[in-house]
């Protein structure tokens, strides 16, 4: 019935946040996190119209003190009580099911169904294990995370679409997509760093590729992406981010692209279009504020060696522009960047 086509193997990496006190008087958390993971997936044609794709990974995350002195509460010298590193250890196991069938010579349509399964980030993980009793501007004490387990986020995803050679230059491609996630990790990049776990997030939209090709070296494309969220379950006292949706979630993302693909040279220019953002801020209130929508431009150009190796030089914000996708944070300016790569 199904002949194997691949089979993906393994992989394992480990991380740590460690802050050093400035002082031999001053304790700070300090903390460790491995994390492995472990994978398999298997493609198979069923006959000449159906392809399958089944996978399977397994995550492990083990995190805790790095540090003997980051095992207990202490009190620093200004007299913040910082609560001790905990020991922590959580696993999933995440299927995936894709299925391809092609309608015609024209047109190709596709379904995907995932179990989603995110392990708390280091920041994450610092900043609840730092603040788990929780923090709420005027408040003292209350329920927002405190004595409870940060928890991995768990869901479901699910994509479906269709991709049409409208003529032998134009090719189109559009997908619908839908995450539910359970346990959402709510989680503030600012002062005092709320993040805990929520009941629920959701994320959808849809995805519209388009892609012209000039000739047989070179292409023009432009793509779409239209973006929704929702979150249920933030604490009603929490006022350190959006109640209802995510913050900084754009509706809108455009990429307007050039492609020139001549032996050995590869040259790509793209014009990304990212729609305006809101959040709550300053935190603590009920006031909400709108980041304005940008663009920037990004080029680069690559050179193969020969077949196995080749060198890419890129210059991500060409044009320097100054933007923000959080309040506070201004992103880099230009950036160049130099890559070299080797088939081993």
Same mark, same amino acid.
Request: proline fraction near 5%; include cysteine; glycine fraction near 8%.
């Given at each position: ?8 193997? $393994? +992989? ?23 994390? &492995? ?27 805790? @003190? ?30 995936? &099911? ?46 927002? +995370? ?21 003529? @032998? ?25 709320? $993040? ?8 959808? +939209? ?26 249920? +379950? ?29 032996? @050995? ?80």
């Amino acid at each position: 019935m199904a002949m194997v086509q691949n089979l993906k193997g $393994c +992989g394992y990496k480990s991380g740590w946040y460690k802050i050093r006190p400035s002082k031999a008087s001053d304790i700070y958390p300090s903390q460790k996190a491995d994390l &492995f993971g472990l994978y398999v997936e298997d493609t198979w044609k069923l006959n000449n119209r159906w392809t399958g794709n089944i996978g399977l990974r397994y995550d492990k995350i083990d995190a805790g @003190p790095d540090d003997p002195r980051a095992a207990a509460p202490n009190t620093t010298p200004s007299g913040q009580v910082v609560p001790k590193i905990i020991d922590y250890s959580e696993s999933g196991l995440s299927p995936k &099911f894709n299925f391809s069938f092609r309608n015609n010579e024209e047109t190709t349509t596709f379904l995907s169904i995932s179990r989603l399964w995110r392990a708390p980030s280091m920041p994450e993980f610092y900043w609840w294990s730092n603040n788990r009793q929780g923090y709420i501007p005027g408040h003292t004490a209350n329920t927002l +995370g405190k004595d409870t387990m940060l928890k991995a986020e768990k869901g479901w995803g699910y994509e479906i679409g269709v991709e049409k050679k409208v003529s @032998p230059a134009f090719t189109a491609k559009l997908t619908g997509y839908y995450q539910d996630i359970d346990d959402y990790i709510n989680f503030t990049h600012k002062y005092p760093f709320s $993040c805990y776990n929520i009941s629920n997030a959701k994320i959808w +939209g849809f995805e519209w590729e388009n892609t012209y090709k000039l000739n047989n070296i070179a292409e023009v494309y432009l793509n779409y992406t239209n973006l929704h969220t929702k979150k249920e +379950g933030v604490n009603r006292a929490d006022r350190l981010g959006l109640q209802g949706t995510l913050d900084y979630s754009p509706r809108h993302k455009v990429s307007l692209g050039y492609t020139y693909d001549s032996r @050995p040279w590869l040259l790509n220019y793209s014009m990304d279009y990212t729609s305006d953002q809101t959040a709550n801020f300053p935190y603590g209130t009920v006031d909400v504020i709108r980041l304005g929508g940008y663009v920037v431009h990004n080029i680069s150009a690559t050179r193969n060696l020969n077949e196995d190796s080749s060198i890419t030089l890129s210059i991500a914000n060409l044009l320097d522009k100054e933007y923000s996708e959080q309040n506070g944070y201004p992103m880099q300016g230009r950036i160049f960047s130099a890559d070299y790569r080797h088939k081993l």
